[in-house]
């Protein structure tokens, strides 16, 4: 069982800057975020591998930036400039691989709010 901890989000100025940061407890292959805005689906914002492999989606990339401290099995979102459309709930995620399989692990979510 991967628990994972999350930290960081509110509510900010278009522009302005938040730091979201997920620990987990276990050994994981990848971590990362995603995030759902109201009424849609879903989608992936961040991921970085054990080996410091990293994905952005295309909206995000040149303002967010993901980094992880593998001591403390943290991962961290730098997101800057930020925007209205990047408004949504948050969710850590983290991939192991099990006996079973691959398996994915969520947080519980945390809001960040960009708005004037």
């Known amino acids: 069982q991967v628990q994972l901890v999350e930290s960081g989000g509110g509510l900010v100025q278009p522009g302005g800057s938040l730091r979201l940061s997920c620990a987990a407890s276990?050994?994981?292959?990848?971590m990362g975020w995603y995030r759902q805005a109201p009424g849609k689906q879903r989608e992936l914002v961040a991921t970085?591998?054990?080996?410091?492999?990293?994905t952005y989606a295309d909206s995000v990339k040149g303002r967010f930036t993901i980094s992880k401290e593998n001591a403390k099995n943290t991962v961290h979102l730098q997101m800057n400039s930020l925007k209205p459309e990047d408004t949504a709930v948050y969710y850590c995620?983290?991939?192991?691989?099990?006996?079973?399989?691959?398996?994915?692990?969520w947080g519980q979510g945390t809001q960040v709010t960009v708005s004037s």
């Open positions: 970085i591998t054990s080996g410091g492999s990293t």
């Open positions: 276990g050994t994981i292959f990848r």
């Open positions: 995620n983290a991939l192991k691989f099990t006996s079973s399989g691959p398996r994915d692990y």
